[in-house]
């Protein structure tokens, strides 16, 4: 059983950065899938990046393409995504989320949460001047 937990939300300024962290306290993010998602208040979940078990395939959610990064180490049971030129648009809850597959380079054209099993609590971005 997966235990997620994400940190690393704060306030940001419009333009800036800020890295989200999850972490697996099972130590068991090997061979999952891992997909970051964010929902704005009012707004429905919205996928924001996917990263392949291997880490191989990488996808983006449109309106992030170009401005976030994830990555992951699967030797710290960690998956990270790194915000840039921050919007105000990109305001919401932030949620890591994990499923089994150990093929290492699948990651779906489309991030959508219904592929993901295993989910965090979430993490609060506000990017605000």
């Known amino acids: 059983q997966l235990q997620l937990v994400e940190s690393g939300g704060g306030l940001v300024q419009p333009g800036g950065s800020l890295k989200l962290s999850c972490i697996d306290y099972?130590?068991?993010?090997?061979?999952?899938?891992i997909g970051w998602f964010r929902q704005a208040p009012g707004k429905e979940r919205e996928g924001v990046a996917c990263?392949?078990?291997?880490?191989?395939?990488?996808t983006y959610g449109d309106s992030v393409k170009g401005r976030f990064t994830v990555s992951r180490d699967n030797a710290k049971a960690a998956a990270y995504l790194h915000m840039i030129s921050s919007e105000p648009e990109d305001t919401g809850v932030y949620y890591c989320?994990?499923?089994?597959?150990?093929?290492?380079?699948?990651?779906?054209?489309?991030?959508?949460?219904?592929?993901?099993?295993?989910w965090g609590q979430g993490t609060q971005v506000t990017v605000s001047s």
């Open positions: 099972g130590f068991t993010l090997e061979n999952y899938r």
């Open positions: 990263i392949s078990s291997g880490g191989y395939t990488i």
């Open positions: 989320a994990a499923v089994w597959d150990p093929v290492p380079n699948i990651c779906p054209e489309v991030v959508e949460e219904w592929r993901y099993r295993f």
